[in-house]
């Protein structure tokens, strides 16, 4: 009986033919090669030029880029009148700067209050937030998901420190009546030099106030 199985024995595999002529272009064949890459070389070079001056002209966007040296008293008193209160305007080392300085009104919480962003000397960020109409939901809500990790003594003040998911510190408390609140990306050294030019800023301006409104009750009498 023959062997009925499926399976094939191959065949000798085809060598190739060396012998076989070489591809030939017709005139007109390599004249629309040559001109395609022309073309190409011609559109890539056109990209390159157009690409190249723009990217010189971008700055990388690093935290100088962001450094507007924003004159934060000028705007501090800008905003006594609506605040009631000259917000505070720190004096910093040199090599710091702010990027913002704000008075934010007319919030659905009814809660009104001074923002100041600062970058430190080394590229860290805190930002300052006072008020004097803060209410535990306000505080809650600027705080988010911080959760408290202790206390720390700055400029003869307990502040409530706390650390935040996204890494950011929180410092709050309580000065001179006046709601702080510190936050940001940056050292606890710096941290502490914020704070304790905010203390002195808000001390001081409230002696002079209160100096103030003294002296206007005598000339009233």
Do not use: C, H
């Amino acid at each position: 009986m023959s062997d009925q199985s499926d399976e094939r024995t191959p065949g000798p595999e085809a060598e190739p033919d060396d012998d076989a002529p070489p591809i030939s272009l017709t005139p007109n064949q390599a004249k629309r090669a040559s001109a395609t890459a022309r073309g190409m070389l011609i559109a890539t070079g056109a990209t390159i030029a157009v690409v190249l001056p723009v990217y010189f002209l971008n700055p990388t966007y690093t935290a100088e880029t962001y450094r507007r040296d924003i004159d934060v008293s000028t705007v501090a008193r800008q905003a006594a009148g609506d605040a009631g209160y000259l917000p505070a305007s720190p004096t910093l080392p040199e090599g710091w700067s702010s990027n913002y300085a704000r008075w934010v009104t007319g919030r659905s919480d009814g809660v009104d209050f001074w923002e100041v962003g600062f970058l430190t000397a080394d590229t860290g960020f805190i930002q300052l937030t006072q008020t004097d109409d803060a209410n535990p939901t306000w505080v809650a809500q600027r705080i988010g998901d911080a959760q408290v990790s202790g206390t720390r003594t700055i400029g003869g003040l307990e502040w409530e420190l706390l650390d935040a998911p996204d890494g950011d510190t929180v410092l709050t408390a309580d000065v001179d009546g006046a709601t702080v609140i510190l936050n940001g990306e940056a050292t606890l050294s710096e941290f502490d030099t914020a704070g304790t030019a905010v203390v002195e800023d808000v001390r001081q301006n409230a002696a002079e106030e209160a100096e103030r409104l003294a002296s206007a009750g005598t000339d009233g009498a």
